[in-house]
């Protein structure tokens, strides 16, 4: 273990609230396991996810600013969000506050008018939930710890589509070995191979899974999300990993509606990559919340071994 | 909803389904040309996008593929279509990997995989067609009515 990251704030998210509790416990659980502290943010606030960026995207960067803003004061220098949405919004505040005078602006008001200390760029670097484990533990030090091998299950990786995009906001991306990478993003690929599992080759592993049609249009989601599953079906995978609270819950989400309304089935199982490795460790399924999925991965696990 | 003289939507589906079901030997006795096909499928489902936003396809190549070119033409002020960049990328990739070699064993899986590339592609183009006419609905993308939205910034909060 590097040292690095031992100790992180942690900002969850809305999402990792509701839908994506089992993201959250698995998250704490997987920390906890390895020996790695998360502290949540205190009277954290929401990202702005999509919304407020549609209404007013210098809104959504004070909001963003606020919750670095809380991370300094409580003395951290990184805050670790495992929602690629909430990643993306801190990530893109950081680069709105490095570069645009006007958000600046805007965010030193709406701070003075809240009556909190206004968040400069660079005090406080934001990573995923994937950063922390990667660089926390690495592949070694994970490969060390498995007690219950993934040995023998198929992934299919899937980081949507935020996780990369755009890659301006991620300067620390590309920077060759050792990196992550923007157009084949691999970190979550090398920490499950560490614990055991058979990555499969699988091209629609950034594809957009239509996850803001959702309530829109809700048959494009359904028609994207059907073809991420197949597609990850034809590659050989037993399991989709996930690293993103949105993405699982459509993935799962619209497999059930795929097989409602257009009649298909699929059975491939979709699990948080913070869930596959908690039971590498050795955690229960249960500690890991695969009960609070929608897709129900228990036999799957039971054959396996897992859980 | 494609300009006439282009596929529609309806046919590059049917024929994106035609090479997912085509038997293993089918693919293979024109391997290359069923990779070509998905690349020019690619090509005219871009093609539809930027033209319905007004703009002539451009013929250029970037990194030897126009596919790539019409990609970046068609996220031109418009960020959220970057959400396809990658799925063209793995277009070419499966284009390649068939044409390097067209008689590899795997071939009929490698063109299905590209043919479900090519689908990805289609229904995501599709979806940013259909809804509010070229409107954005990308969540990591500009906002909504952006004119409207910096019109309004934050002088009311």
Known sequence: MSGKY??????????????????????????KALGLDVVELKNWNCCGAMEVKNVDPKLQTYLSARNLSIAEAMGFDTVMAPCNGCYHNLKKAEYDLSHDAASREVTGRLSRKAGHKTYEAGKVTTIHALDWIKDAIGEDGLRARVKNSLNGLKVAN???????????????????????????????????????????EFPLKTACCGGAHTL???????????????????????????????????????????????????SIKILYFTQLLGMALGLSARKVGVQENLSDSSDLLRARGLG | MVPAGMKDFDEIGARIDAILVASNGALAAAAAAHADELLSLGEAILEAWVAARGEAPTDIKVEGFRLLALQRQGAHGEPSFNACRETCRELVYHHNLVRIDAAHADVGRRLRLGAMVARHLMLFVGGKLEVAGLGEFCCSAKPLRLQEARAQTTETV
Not at chain 1, 243 to 258: D, F, I, K, S, W
């Open chain 1, 6 to 31: 031992k100790q992180v704030a942690y900002y969850p998210g809305c999402a990792l609230e509701g839908t994506g509790h089992a993201y959250n416990r698995s998250t704490r659980e997987l920390g």
């Open chain 1, 158 to 200: 899937y980081y949507g589509c935020m996780y990369t995009r755009p890659r301006h906001i991620f300067p620390e991306k590309d920077k060759g070995p050792g990196s992550e990478s923007t157009s084949k993003p691999h970190f979550m690929d090398d920490l499950l191979a560490a614990a055991g599992a058979e990555n499969v």
């Open chain 1, 216 to 266: 829109s249009d809700s048959d494009t989601s359904t028609k994207l999300v059907l073809n991420i599953l197949t597609t990850a079906e034809a590659c050989g995978a037993d399991v989709i990993a996930t690293e993103c609270p949105t993405c699982h819950t459509g993935l799962e989400m619209h497999q059930v509606r795929a097989e409602k309304v257009l009649g298909r089935k699929t």
